[in-house]
């Protein structure tokens, strides 16, 4: 086993980042960190090193691990998370963001090399979960958790988790059910074939045996596998809602009661294998509509951001108590990294908040005792000791989940193409069914009958029913191919529809680090430390950066300090005269509007030069500032507009730009877009979008790990792909009209289908032969025509 | 010809205890995981053979 060097640097053998730093050196191998180090021995230790030899670096870094697990000592937190446990053994699953690769699954499934007390651990990859069997009277939940996070896969516990697990979503047998239709169609179609090839004298004896074995099968198929046709076109009818379940549930009722007339008075062979087909393909349909992402959770709230449990100091002594049991008037600690989680009076120690997530501001934000700190934020330095004074659900980030856009029923009140074709559908169904019954009755009762079933079997919406999921389930897997994760079908045609992108700023155009410092010009080192000393002293989002920038020096002594608002700071330094700040203040004039992110410095009246603060952007904001004269477009961010010149080129006008915005004038703002007949995109990342991407009509939370946290959305986009969403607009509009073309080739079916219909001489044969063909044709045009627009638009 | 009759019902019983073999792997769970037994597959324990071999 060799070091790994690319171009001269040295690659970390566990996570294969850069080491930049000191090297940490273990048997000729090289270490990012002692976390990556780490992680190392104690593989080494366990003979566990061929962990490595599956995949070179499978580690995920480790240079900053910080993570306290006292609280699985409490069993009223972990009984929720336990699957199962009695005195002997406990069973209890995990999600492990950090499971990526084969390397993975092997040390994972290894577990009980390294301590034996685990019986039994097993990787389910696609959900990224493990679930462990142990035995508890010998290692404890919390050092399982410890073992898996020392060897570098730190479980995710967050609150809801624990609540997803109670509510377990219901299952509704979809396989079972086209398993039972695919076994039933196969059967059928096998008894049809004597029947259409034509019998001879001696094997009519067979017809009638055949048909009621058909008949058999069929009972299965409507009675199990169609039950829920039926059940939803109930629904609609009784709501006053006509929808494609209607002609469906009508179309396989009217085929099971015209085979069994005729197989009961052995008029005809029955259309056994047509229905059997027919809900066969429909299932199917169902099937491939429901994609699944199992690593991604599009319904996460502020819950599974917040911790599951909380340090409360009790009689002088540190416990740990569940969320839920969190009341006001608790005193609380929060340590290095934690997240408040009820709004809290700073009591003890120094707070310097990150609240970028909550608000959007993207420096942290220090704030003095007796300071009332929202929830949300997370402590950077020190630990704090804080009061309660909210319930956690009444605080003020999670009230907004209290407001009515978080109770509204999903689907988004915005009908489909499908559902609004299919109540005209059925309309022109049921008129050309009665009027050929009424024209076919005063001639001839039973060809008129035999005309009106034919007509509601063939015209059957079959085709109509499969066009939307196959050219939408196309297109689903082409945005999952570049990132963009939808969370259901309707999605693309919601994406479709849309007019109005509003974006979030903070982690949404701009990224975490996104500000580069460049001074244009020259510093001695005397005068950086004078700079240095000065900027210390100030508060402002860009006194910091430069302090920041400049880090490392010893800071002098301010004799005299003065701060002007908007300006800069003036201050007298070890004897110097020092000014930094905009030209306002440094020259005494204002300078051009769009350079107002810079920051001059003058040192006893001599000019030495100014800071330029290079912002940026996401690659991708051209193009979709480009979208403008089709779209509009405007910017809501939770931060101050200190960058609001430069955001100005992408969004036009000063008009289409909200700075200070609270999570709930978020909503609000969209909530107002839409009053005025917009459709609304929102693009946010943080829980302080969460209510706008929920009133939205399409939220995309976006984020550069689709493993960590996102708001509740719609759809989640990965950073890396926002350059791409203006294609993904297009895309969608084209999927769209492949649904219209679509439908229009079913449509061609049913006419010609009709046409035999009507005159009442609808042979088996025909319908089944129309039915799957038309099928087939949907079936491989919508997804041939969907790569092929996904081809045009270089999507794959 | 009345063997068809025997014969039918024999290829449908067969047909039935396929499609209560496939009820059953569903129900015990054997279809809720279809990637990851693709990859363990690949994956030898021929370190813990070498150990074995070393102690010997």
Known sequence: MKESAIDGQTLCYHCGNECVEELHHVDAKAFCCQGCKSVYEILNANNLCSYYNYNQHPGANRAIVDARFEYLDNPTITSDLIDYSDDKITIVSFYIPAIHCSSCIWLLEQLNRINPAIHYSRIDFLKKQV?????????????????????????????????????????????????????????????????????????????????????????????????????????????????????????????????????????????????????????????????????????????????????????????????????????????????????????????????????????????????????????????????????????????????????????????????????????????????????????????????????????CPCALALSTPFTMSAALSIFDKNFFYLKNTAIVEHLASIDTIVLDKTGTITTGDSKTIKFEGALSEKEKQLIYSACGNSSHPLSRMIYAHLNGHERLKTEEYAEVPGQGIMAVIDGHYLRVGNSKLVFGQKEDETQLSRVHVLLDNVYLGYFAFVHQYRPGLENISNLVPGYKLFLLSGDHDHEKYELLKFFKSQEAMYFDQSPQEKLDFINSLQRTGATVMMIGDGLNDAGALKQSNLGIALTDNVNNFSPGSDAILDGRSLIKLPVFLKFSKDTVHIIYLSFLISLTYNVIGLSYAVTGNLSPLVAAILMPLSTATIISFTSIATRLAAKRRKLI | MTIIFFLIGCSILLALIFLGAFFWAQKSGQNDDLYTPSVRILLDDHNEEVENKSKK
Request: proline share 3%; with cysteine; glycine share 6%.
């Open chain 1, 131 to 459: 679930i462990i069997r142990f035995s508890n009277p010998e290692i404890s939940l919390r050092q399982v958790v410890e073992l898996l996070f020392n060897i570098g896969y730190e479980p995710l516990i967050s609150l809801q988790d624990v609540i997803k697990k109670q509510d377990k979503s219901r299952k509704d047998n979809l396989v079972q059910k086209i398993a039972v239709a695919g076994f039933c169609f196969g059967n059928v179609m096998l008894l049809s074939f004597p029947e259409y090839f034509g019998l001879s004298g001696v094997e009519q004896t067979f017809k009638h045996f055949f048909g009621w074995l058909n008949v058999l099968f069929c009972l299965p198929v409507v009675f199990y596998s169609g039950t829920e046709y039926f059940v939803s076109a109930w629904n609609n009818l009784r709501n006053k809602v006509l929808n494609i379940d209607f002609p469906l549930a009508l179309g396989i009722t009217v085929l099971f009661i015209r085979t069994i007339t005729e197989v009961y008075t052995r008029t005809g062979a029955g259309f056994g294998d047509t229905l059997c087909g027919l809900v066969f393909f429909l299932l199917i349909g169902k099937f491939i509509q429901r994609k699944t992402y199992h690593h991604i959770s599009f319904e996460r709230d502020y819950r599974s951001f917040f911790p599951v449990a909380v340090s409360v100091i009790e009689n002088d002594s540190e416990q740990h108590i569940p969320l839920s049991q969190l009341q006001t008037g608790h005193r609380i600690v929060i340590r290095h990294n934690e997240i408040i989680p009820a709004d809290a009076i700073l009591l003890k120690g120094e707070a310097l908040i990150d609240f970028s997530f909550v608000t959007g501001e993207a420096n942290p934000v220090s704030k003095i005792l007796g300071e009332i700190i929202y929830a949300g934020g997370r402590q950077t330095g020190q630990a704090i000791e804080m009061e309660v004074i909210k319930p956690v659900s009444q605080s003020y980030l999670t009230q907004l989940w209290n407001n009515e856009a978080f109770s509204r029923r999903q689907g988004k009140d915005m009908q489909t193409f499908s559902q609004k074709v299919s109540k005209y559908f059925t309309v022109v169904l049921l008129v050309i069914a009665v009027s050929t019954l009424l024209y076919w009755l005063p001639v001839d009762y039973k060809k008129g009958l035999a005309a009106f079933t034919a007509v509601l079997i063939v015209a």
